[in-house]
Nanobody, 128 residues
Framework: QVQLVESGGGLVQPGGSLRLSCVAP????????IGWFRQAPGKEREGVSC????????YYTDSVKGRFTSSRDNAKNTVYLQMNNLKSEDTAVYYC?????????????????????WGQGTQVTVSS
């Protein structure tokens, strides 16, 4: 079983920024669409963004459009989620996941059940 690894979470004030990273030791990510999900306490896991294998198509849920940007560096086997202008409602555990059946992203929210390999999550807390 492949384990993705997220990093970059932390505590930040409203309006601040964080950049999350997702790596996959021993597994090549560059053929697959990569999704970012988040789960706040007491809430269901939510699909936040998707980035295609070639970085040519992305999807963002409405609540993060214009603030979050996903990118990837296939040479480094790393996917990023740049989060700007963070709000308290962005507080959650953030996960990255690989979709082995897709290389491109649909124009719909990423669905957790379609993703095969997951990370353990990284906590993002937005608070003053």
């Amino acid at each position: 079983q492949v384990q993705l690894v997220e990093s970059g979470g932390g505590l930040v004030q409203p309006g601040g920024s964080l950049r999350l990273s997702c790596v996959a030791p021993g597994f090549t990510l560059d053929h697959y669409a990569i999704g970012w999900f988040r789960q706040a306490p007491g809430k269901e896991r939510e699909g936040v963004s998707c980035i295609s294998y070639s970085d040519t198509s992305t999807y963002y849920t409405d609540s993060v459009k214009g603030r979050f940007t996903s990118s990837r560096d296939n040479a480094k086997n790393t996917v990023y989620l740049q989060m700007n202008n963070l709000k308290s409602e962005d507080t959650a555990v953030y996960y990255c996941a690989a979709n082995l059946m897709r290389s491109r992203c649909p124009r719909d929210p990423p669905l957790a059940y379609e993703y095969d390999y997951w990370g353990q999550g990284t906590q993002v807390t937005v608070s003053s």
